[in-house]
């Protein structure tokens, strides 16, 4: 269907850019993306394999990413200052994020959809379960963690691939892109260079805000820890997460699993901070296996009423 553009979505009243995949009568499965990343983060290629599953994949630009609103205008973010404790400069917070999601559920006419998160995706996604459970007909939470700081750490070669200094033109923000998803990458599956080299230039092209993820990293750390939260969330879940995550230690995904009630755990030897092409079908078949489960057996919290679209779509 290509690219579209919702307006004065959600309480913050934004506009958000998505596309839909697939049959619209199909169930919808919401994807939320990363820290800084954009739908095009989410592969046409794993969308092409959830579609063959009979899932209507809907990937969209957060706020501060892509071709969505950009809070341009907000105090800048003092990420240091919010790693030592400091969040005083956060403009927004996950919840923030997630009334985001929910505001592009009812911008479409959606009373629920299934989420699939990943990364700070995944942050979001749990948001929206927990503080909006009745638009959550399942949960998938990939490479993502809880939110409690002794779980999901960086290693400390990724941490090293973001030092240096900022970019100052096309061809230097693509380098570091590119040098940032290789140290983030798959180590069992490859790394397809000239796919990051292309992701990134797109990436570029679309809106390249390094402030505004910044602004994305603030958040999630003036969010804190969702764990207890997590744990009265009552909605078929599934947590996927890469044994070699340096970005995310898998311990993360772990304590995601653990908190929520009856998750399942699959755990990728050789998968990092990614999503390589080899394990799209894999990941495609058991994210729609969890969906189809939940559209013939649902357990969650009474929907909201379908509502009108109230926030014009715009093509």
Same mark, same amino acid.
């Given at each position: 269907?290509?690219?579209?553009?919702?307006?004065?979505?959600?309480?913050?009243?934004?506009?958000?850019?998505?596309?839909?995949?697939?049959?619209?009568?199909?169930?919808?499965?919401?994807?939320?993306?990363?820290?800084? #990343?954009?739908?095009?983060?989410?592969?046409?290629?794993?969308?092409?394999?959830?579609? #063959?599953?009979?899932?209507?994949?809907?990937?969209?630009?957060?706020?501060?990413?892509?071709?969505?609103?950009?809070?341009?205008?907000?105090?800048?973010?003092?990420?240091?200052?919010?790693?030592?404790?400091?969040?005083?400069?956060?403009?927004?917070?996950?919840?923030?994020?997630?009334?985001?999601?929910?505001?592009?559920?009812?911008?479409?006419?959606?009373?629920?959809?299934?989420?699939?998160?990943?990364?700070?995706?995944? @942050?979001?996604?749990?948001?929206?379960?927990?503080?909006?459970?009745?638009?959550?007909?399942?949960?998938?939470?990939?490479?993502?963690?809880?939110?409690? /700081?002794?779980?999901?750490? #960086?290693?400390?070669?990724?941490?090293?691939?973001?030092?240096?200094?900022?970019?100052?033109?096309?061809?230097?923000?693509?380098?570091?892109?590119? +040098?940032?998803?290789?140290?983030?990458?798959?180590?069992?599956?490859?790394?397809?260079?000239?796919?990051?080299?292309?992701?990134?230039?797109?990436?570029?092209?679309?809106?390249?805000?390094?402030?505004?993820?910044?602004?994305? @990293?603030?958040?999630?750390? #003036?969010?804190?820890?969702?764990?207890?939260?997590?744990?009265?969330?009552?909605?078929?879940?599934?947590?996927?997460?890469?044994?070699?995550?340096?970005?995310?230690?898998?311990?993360?995904?772990?304590?995601?699993?653990? @908190?929520?009630?009856?998750?399942?755990?699959?755990?990728?030897?050789?998968?990092?901070?990614?999503?390589?092409?080899?394990?799209?079908?894999?990941?495609?078949? +058991?994210?729609?296996?969890?969906?189809?489960?939940?559209?013939?057996?649902?357990?969650?919290? @009474? /929907?909201?009423?379908?509502?009108?679209?109230?926030?014009?779509?715009?093509?």
């Amino acid at each position: 269907m290509g690219e579209e553009r919702a307006v004065n979505v959600g309480p913050a009243g934004i506009e958000m850019v998505y596309e839909r995949l697939g049959d619209p009568q199909a169930p919808p499965v919401l994807l939320v993306m990363g820290i800084g #990343a954009q739908l095009i983060g989410w592969p046409d290629g794993f969308c092409t394999e959830l579609v #063959a599953r009979g899932v209507q994949p809907i990937r969209f630009d957060n706020r501060d990413s892509g071709l969505s609103s950009h809070f341009s205008d907000a105090p800048k973010p003092d990420f240091m200052a919010a790693l030592a404790g400091d969040t005083s400069s956060a403009s927004y917070t996950l919840s923030d994020m997630a009334a985001d999601s929910v505001g592009l559920l009812d911008a479409l006419g959606l009373d629920s959809a299934h989420l699939v998160g990943a990364s700070l995706g995944g @942050a979001i996604a749990q948001t929206v379960a927990i503080e909006h459970p009745g638009r959550v007909r399942s949960l998938t939470s990939v490479m993502s963690t809880t939110g409690d /700081p002794s779980v999901g750490r #960086a290693g400390p070669e990724v941490l090293s691939a973001f030092a240096g200094p900022s970019p100052t033109n096309r061809e230097e923000a693509v380098e570091r892109m590119v +040098r940032i998803a290789r140290a983030l990458g798959s180590p069992g599956f490859g790394f397809d260079e000239a796919a990051a080299v292309e992701r990134a230039g797109r990436s570029y092209d679309r809106a390249h805000d390094p402030v505004g993820i910044t602004r994305q @990293a603030v958040a999630a750390l #003036a969010s804190g820890d969702r764990t207890e939260r997590l744990r009265s969330l009552r909605v078929p879940a599934l947590v996927i997460h890469g044994a070699n995550d340096s970005m995310c230690d898998v311990s993360g995904g772990q304590a995601t699993a653990t @908190a929520i009630d009856g998750a399942e755990l699959m755990v990728i030897d050789g998968m990092g901070h990614s999503l390589p092409q080899a394990l799209w079908p894999a990941l495609a078949e +058991r994210i729609a296996a969890l969906v189809h489960r939940a559209e013939a057996h649902p357990c969650r919290s @009474a /929907p909201v009423p379908a509502p009108s679209p109230a926030s014009p779509v715009i093509p």
